[in-house]
C-alpha cells in the first residue's frame, strides 16, 4: 500500500493505492446504502412487505461493509483492528435481528428489534469513529464522544420502541409470535 494521502469531499483518506480507495468506495457506498436501508426499514410499517425488503437490504449491506473492512484493515494492518470489531459486532448482531425473526424465536420480535437496532449503532460508532474528527460538527466533541454518542442516543430509542411495541401489542415477542400467549393478557380479552 502506498503511503499517500487522497482527500474526497473533504474527508482525508490516509493512502494514494489505487486498490485500497476502490475498496474504500465500495465500503462507502455499502455503508451509505446500510445506513439509507436501515432508516426506511426502521420507518416503515412493520408487516411483511416494504419492511421486510428494507430490512433484508440492510442486512445484506452490512455484509458488504463487513467484507470491505476486513479488506480494508488486512491492507492496512492493526491499526484498523477496532473498527474490524466493530463490524463484526454490526453484522453479528444484524445476523440475531434477522434469525430472529426467520426462526420465530421465543421473544423473536423483541430479539429482532434489539438486535438490528444495535447493529445500526455499531456501523454509526464505527462511522463516527473513523471519520469523527473530520466532520464539522463532531470535530469539536472529545474523541471518546465517537464511542460513546450512537449508543447514548440510540439505546434509548431502541428501549423505547420495545416498550411502545410490548404495550401497544400485548403478547408480541412470545415463542407464538403475534398471537399473544400471555395468560393474563388472554384474562383481559
Known sequence: MQDGVTEFAGIVIHSDDPLFLTIVALHFMAGLFAVTAGVVAML????????SRWGAAYFWSICAVFTSAAAL???????????????ASALATAWIGSSARRGRWRNSTRVHLAAMGCSYIFLLTAFYVETGDQLPLWRSLPPILYWIL????????????????????????????????????????
Request: net charge positive; proline share 8%.
Open 73 to 87: 484493515t488486512f491492507l492496512r494492518g492493526p491499526e484498523d483492528l477496532h473498527l474490524l470489531l466493530l463490524g
Open 150 to 189: 450512537p449508543a447514548a442516543l440510540g439505546l434509548p430509542i431502541i428501549a423505547y420502541a420495545l416498550m411502545r411495541r410490548s404495550s401497544a401489542r400485548p403478547g408480541v415477542g412470545t415463542a407464538e409470535g403475534e398471537l399473544g400467549s400471555n395468560p393474563a393478557v388472554r384474562k383481559r380479552r
Open 44 to 51: 416503515s410499517r412493520k408487516q411483511r412487505g416494504g419492511h
